[in-house]
């Protein structure tokens, strides 16, 4: 067999296996169905495969290749747990509980941040589960809060608040919004939902416009869950107070 993909003797064990497999079990014999093979037959590795592929180069399918390609069938690779993941990969975010419990064992600034804010402040002014929430401060260009309700400045950081307490949206949304000072980030989600009585959304409303370190909010686009969340642009660090901490 010229250019064979295996060795002389694993042709002779493939022909060997190939020949016991069409002649097929004696069915004169009583015990013909519970008949086993007396001696092991011995199949190249995939390694040993892949090596001799290699060597050769062949492109030539022949029955001998056909029937090691069958016996292989149904055999899976081990996934190699040394290789490392690639770069980049994406990492699960904290959830609203997490962040809560968090700002709650942490202090210092995430509770001054979450202790100036008035509750009632925000019940007193509600929104409707549907309502297009946007506001800015005076200061900001127009420009860019017409990028940010367009959706084209890029969020870092999201967390979700359905099903929380008021306290635990609190909690959740000021250690959101410490964690993107304190690693530089100007924009992140909320994602506060709709409901019928729209409280969360209300509170979260309230809540930012009472923020200093908010410079705009508006309802997210609908790519990025509509009504249902708000995108926050807030104030960059400066270099120097950076360098300080």
């Given amino acids: 067999m010229a250019n064979s ?11 060997a296996l190939k020949s016991e497999l069409t002649r097929g079990r004696d069915t004169s014999s009583p015990d013909g169905d519970n008949q086993k093979p007396t001696e092991p037959i011995s199949l190249p590795t995939q390694k040993q495969v892949k ?29 190699d747990k040394n290789v490392r993941p690639p770069a980049g990969g994406s990492t699960t975010k904290p959830d609203a509980a997490t962040l809560s419990k968090r700002a709650a064992a942490q202090g210092g600034e995430e509770n001054q941040l979450g202790a100036g804010l008035s509750d009632m402040q925000a ?20 420009k860019i809060f017409t990028q940010l309700k367009q959706g084209k400045l890029r969020w870092f950081d999201a967390v979700d608040i359905h099903g929380c307490t008021i306290d635990e949206a ?19 989600k909320i994602v506060h939902g709709k409901g019928t009585d729209a409280v969360l ?24 869950g509509g009504n249902g ?10 270099t120097d107070e950076k360098d300080a901490k």
Wanted: hydrophobic share 40%.
């Fill in 5 to 15: 993909l295996f060795s002389k003797d694993m042709q002779d064990q493939l022909k």
């Fill in 229 to 238: 969340a708000v995108l926050v642009l807030l104030k960059k660090q400066k």
């Fill in 51 to 79: 090596k001799t592929v290699k060597k050769l180069d062949s492109e030539q399918l022949d029955d001998d290749k056909v029937l090691f390609l069958q016996a292989m069938h149904g055999v899976n690779r081990l996934a």
């Fill in 123 to 142: 019940l007193l002014n509600p929104v409707s589960g549907e309502a297009y929430l946007s506001y800015k401060q005076a200061t900001l260009q127009n």
């Fill in 201 to 224: 959304k209300t509170c979260i409303n309230g809540w930012l416009r009472q923020l200093p370190e908010v410079l705009a909010f508006c309802s997210a686009p609908a790519k990025d």
């Fill in 170 to 188: 609190r909690a959740a949304m000021t250690q959101l919004l410490s964690q993107a000072k304190q690693n530089n980030e100007t924009v992140v």
